[in-house]
Each structure stands twice: as structure tokens, then as C-alpha cells.
């Protein structure tokens, strides 16, 4: 009975450590919980407050007066158009380099000027088309001496299609890239498939090679759009504010002399977090759907 009972007793688990590998870690969730968890938190927190730190709803529901509502309007209609012409400019010039057989120096000199591109923006980026595309700018001084004034035709650096132009600069070369490596992940052996069954090269692309990339070009135009749609610093040196954004009149609300309701630019923020919150799980879903392919 002895033996059977001292068989048949568990053997006891051995305690488990902690694993220090998970320290390596420690920093990250730091950074994590200070500058994304804690601001979110004063963000959500803000938006329910009035002027006098009382509970409210009442910022939520100015969100829908018209002035605000215009705002959210016209930054969707910038991002978005930046974000398609940006995305075909760049996935057209993408391919042309890549595919397109030109030399490999071109490809090289592309992707630099790709990685310095995408990310000079704000203030210099609004000098920089204001010196060349202003009123007295380089090129519009240029023009004028063949008779031709931008001017003239109603066209201003100042307006939505001029500050459209700008984040162009900043948007395709960020389309280039992110679409490079999709372009790249085109394996010879599909093509060579598709020409051995008589297909053409337009029948390729539409049916062969565009599906493929589809997830990956319509995730990074949605990713475009969050990137034109939070935009602040380069709409504001550019037109001083005349051109109603979101970025701008969560500015004015925050740390404006006037129009100083700081629960009403939580809001505005929050409407912001809620649209980019949808283009990033939209990305996501995408971008694993396109993860099949490269495998």
C-alpha cells in the first residue's frame, strides 16, 4: 500500500522563475505607458470637461455645429486626395524604376530621395514652396518672364489646392517607399506562368499581378490619408489658418487668446484618434491580407 500510495502521489512542480529576458522589454512599455497610455488618458478625460473642470457631453455635441463639421470635411477631402495622387504618382514611379529596366543608380538615387523626402515636412517644407511657388517666388518669377502669371489665372500657393501640392511632396515619396519591397515580392515565375498560358502583359497585370498588390495599394493609401489627415505644422505656416483643418482649430482651441475651450480641442482630438484609429485597423487588415503572398 506504501509503494502504490507513494506512486501514485504527484510530483511537485518546480516553481517557476521569472525570466529576465522580459526586462529587455522594460523601457518599451515605459515609453508605452508615459507618452501614448498617459496622454490618451488626460486626452479622454479632457473631452468630457468643460472651462470650469465640470463633467460634460456638450463637447462631443459641438462637434457637429457646422464650423467643425466643415473642418472634419475639408481635412478628409485634402487627405484623401493626397493620398490617391500620391499613391498612384508613387506606385507608377515605383514601377518604372524597378520594372521598368532603367538603370540601377536611378533606383538607388530614388529610394534616398524617397527616405529624405518623406519626412521634411512642416516649417521648411512650407518655406520651401513658398520661395519657389509664392507669389514672388523662383519659378512664378521665371514664368512670368514667358508671358505666363499662375497668378493671374486664379491659382495661389496659399489656397487648398496649393497646400494639396505641398503634401504631395511629402506623400508619394512615402508611397515609394512602402510599395518598393510589394513590387519587388512580384516573383519572375508568375509572370512566366501567365505568358507560358498566352497571356499578355496587360492580362497579367489585371489579372495576375494588380490583385496581388491591391491589398498592399489600397493599405498604403489608407495610411497616406492618416499621415496627410494629421498634418499640422505645414497647413499652419502655409496659410496662417485661413483654410479650416482639424490640426489647426485643435491649435486654436488649446492654446488660442480667443477661442480658448481646451475640453472642446479634446474632442476634435478624439474625433481625430476615432479616424485614425479605423485607417490603422483597416491597414492592418490589409497588410496581412498581402502577408500571404510574400511567404
Known sequence: MT???????PLARPARRFSRSWLGLAPFFLFAIFFIGAPVTYLVLGSFQNNEGQTTLQNYADLATPS???????????????????????????????????????????????GVASNFAGVPLALAFIFTLGQLGMVTVFLKNFGIDPYASGF????????????????????????????????PEWREAAENMGASSRQYWQRVALPILFPTLLGTMILLFG?????????????SGLIPLVPLLIGNQIAGDVLHNPGLGYAMAMGMVAIMGISIAIYTLLQRRAERWRR
Open 3 to 9: 509503494a502504490i500510495s507513494e506512486r501514485a502521489a
Open 156 to 187: 495661389t500657393i496659399y489656397s487648398k489646392l496649393g497646400l494639396e501640392l505641398v503634401y504631395l511632396y511629402f506623400q508619394f515619396p512615402l508611397m515609394v517607399l512602402i510599395i518598393a519591397p510589394a513590387i519587388d515580392g512580384l516573383r
Open 227 to 239: 499621415n496627410a489627415f494629421g498634418a499640422q505644422a505645414t497647413a499652419y505656416q502655409l496659410t
Open 68 to 114: 467643425i463639421a466643415n473642418a472634419f470635411l475639408i481635412t478628409i477631402e485634402v487627405s484623401l486626395v493626397t493620398a490617391v495622387v500620391g499613391g498612384i504618382f508613387g506606385f507608377l514611379l515605383a514601377y518604372a524604376v524597378i520594372l521598368g529596366g532603367l538603370p540601377r543608380v536611378l533606383r538607388d538615387a530614388l529610394m534616398t530621395f524617397s
